[in-house]
């Protein structure tokens, strides 16, 4: 079974960047459909970004286009969310979550995906 861990979160001033990491173990990512969502305090988790395992193709929701970006490394077995000029407001716990049979756009619910890391922590300073 696929287990996903995620690195990379910290603490950064406001408009400073951040590399988000997610690896897996006990299966190789590049046959899945990985996506990103954070959590912030006292909110619901909510969809950030998708990566396709068919065409590559990605996604992202409205709050980070043109900031952030998400790639894959297959021969690292690992996924990348590249966070650029993030703002207070991207503060929050981010999950990488992944699924063998989803096509994903960063709409899709987190019920879609069937396994989840536990998490990265990012803060931002204003």
């Known amino acids: ?7 990379g979160g910290g603490l ?26 954070r959590q ?6 909510e969809g950030v970004s998708c990566i ?6 990605t996604d992202y929701a409205d709050s980070v286009k043109g900031r952030f ?9 690992t996924v990348y969310l590249q966070m650029n000029n993030l703002k207070p407001e991207d503060t ?3 999950y990488c979550a992944g699924d063998f049979d989803l096509y994903c756009s960063a ?10 890391g536990q998490g990265t922590e990012v803060t931002v300073s204003s």
């Open 1 to 7: 079974q696929v287990q996903l861990v995620e690195s």
């Open 12 to 37: 950064v001033q406001a408009g400073g960047s951040l590399r988000l990491a997610c690896a897996a173990t006990g299966g190789t990512l590049d046959y899945h459909a990985i996506g990103w969502f």
């Open 40 to 45: 912030a305090p006292g909110k619901e988790r």
């Open 52 to 57: 396709n395992r068919s065409d590559g193709s």
């Open 69 to 77: 970006t998400v790639s894959r490394d297959n021969t690292k077995n």
């Open 92 to 94: 929050g716990v981010y």
């Open 107 to 116: 709409q899709n619910p987190e019920g879609d995906f069937h396994f989840w």
